[in-house]
């Protein structure tokens, strides 16, 4: 298995081989911050546009592209404002030690400077897309600051708070291009992210084994027999609620969306192998960046929902 050391070392060392608070250090600290890598959590925003059957209608990308990017900005926001408020906790983690605020390169004030600024931004951003898509970029960035002060401390309120940061990128995304909203890709989407984020827990839970609570209270009042019960309700669910969209979806013709479902399967699965079997549940976006069974079901399911859906 890969040793999954943070990837935020290197930049430590290169931070501090410049003197660590010096002005290169504080920008190479505040793009580490950033989490650029995390923004293939806002390709949900296309979703939508994706399953209209819209996707060849060009005046819909710029909507489409501008609620992407204000989520980025608003994402970025979030976890600058995440790790600013855990930084003392983030120091006993064996991995998130090395953030940039947690590590010292980047100071507190410049931090939160530049978190008010992105938010701003992305609010901005937002608005620009029309009124319910700005209200739906203030819903997330309240969400998360509700979640980073309070919600992640309470059981399972913690998990939902999370998975509806996913829910809210699908929905704005629908909104901003003007497309009817199915009630069964809310589900779904609300069914996958709930999988994702009990899977990241579980993965929390058992790599840091008797310390879990020590850098995460809630992680103390869950058990890995019970994570391993949602893990398998939800993802049991998961695959009904999509089979079932697949067929009632009245997007593609004679239920031929029904086709998309094995790379679904097989991705579900993989994915909970590599939960199970190899530990790697932690980083959802690594794993789509990196595994290749992963990354391949998810391009074949999106190659199958074009070519079913605009060219047949």
């Not at 989490?35 to 949900?44: A, C, F, G």
């Not at 855990?86 to 947690?102: S, T, V």
């Not at 999370?162 to 009630?183: C, I, K």
């Amino acid at each position: 298995m890969r040793d999954k050391s943070d990837s935020f070392a290197p930049l430590q060392t290169r931070a501090a081989g410049t003197g660590g608070t010096s002005v290169p250090g504080v920008l190479m600290g505040l793009f580490g911050s950033l989490r650029l890598r995390q923004w293939t959590k806002n390709l949900l925003v296309f979703a939508g546009l994706l399953f209209s059957g819209r996707l060849t209608d060009r005046t819909l990308w710029l909507p489409a592209v501008g609620a992407f990017g204000a989520f980025c900005l608003l994402a970025s926001a979030v976890y600058l404002l995440n790790d600013l408020w855990d930084r003392e906790q983030d120091r006993q983690h064996p991995r998130k030690c090395h953030r940039p605020i947690a590590a010292g390169i980047l100071p507190p004030p410049v931090a939160l400077a530049a978190a008010g600024f992105l938010s701003l931004a992305g609010l901005f951003l937002a608005f620009c897309g029309g009124m319910r898509v700005g209200y739906l970029g203030a819903g997330y960035l309240v969400l998360n600051l509700a979640y980073i002060i309070k919600v992640k401390e309470i059981p399972l309120l913690d998990i939902f708070s999370v998975a509806m940061g996913f829910v809210l990128r699908a929905v704005t995304g629908v909104v901003a291009v003007g497309v009817e909203l199915s009630p069964w890709f809310v589900l779904c989407t609300v069914l996958l992210s709930l999988l994702l984020v009990l899977g990241k827990r579980r993965q929390e839970l058992v790599s840091l084994a008797v310390g879990a609570a020590a850098h995460r209270k809630v992680l103390g009042r869950y058990s890995q027999v019970f994570l391993d019960q949602m893990i398998s309700i939800i993802a049991t669910a998961t695959l009904v609620s999509y089979s079932l969209y697949t067929f009632f979806s009245e997007a593609g013709r004679h239920h031929s969306l029904m086709w998309t479902i094995p790379p679904v399967l097989y991705g579900l699965f993989r994915y909970l192998y590599l939960v199970y079997e190899e530990g790697r549940g932690g980083e959802p976006e690594e794993i789509l960046l990196h595994d290749p069974g992963i990354l391949g079901s998810v391009l074949l399911w999106v190659l199958s929902i074009l070519v079913i859906l605009y060219f047949l």
